[in-house]
């Protein structure tokens, strides 16, 4: 049994299965990244970048992806998370061309 009666019903109504409904609106309920942020946590890189926090740090580790010393805290400029996209990117564009 649903613990909102209501989302039940619409779901019924709009003719969806009510887990898709839920995820739907916990989907746009989520508070949106802070895109004024320059460095971000290894937590929220990751997350950008649709990665683990363990994988995060091994891009860091290996020195895939830059980060900075803030005191104690590591935080990754979010440049960084755009040099690694752009160079992933360039690194894939030829194998992409040779399958064509």
């Known amino acids: ?3 909102l009666p209501a989302l039940s019903l619409i779901a019924d109504a709009l ?5 898709q409904l839920r995820a739907a ?3 746009c309920s989520a508070p949106a990244p802070d895109t004024t942020l320059v460095a971000l946590t290894v937590e929220e ?3 950008r970048l649709g990665v683990g926090r363990t994988t ?3 891009l860091i580790a290996s020195g895939e992806v830059h980060s900075v010393r803030i ?3 590591r935080r990754i400029p979010v440049d960084s998370l755009d040099a690694y996209i752009a160079a992933r ?3 894939v564009a030829p ?3 040779l399958a064509a």
């Open 45 to 47: 890189a990751a997350r």
């Open 25 to 27: 609106v916990l989907e």
């Open 89 to 91: 990117s360039q690194a």
């Open 71 to 73: 005191g104690r805290l």
């Open 56 to 58: 995060m740090y091994a």
């Open 1 to 3: 049994m649903s613990t």
């Open 15 to 19: 003719g969806i299965p009510e887990h």
């Open 95 to 97: 194998t992409a061309a």
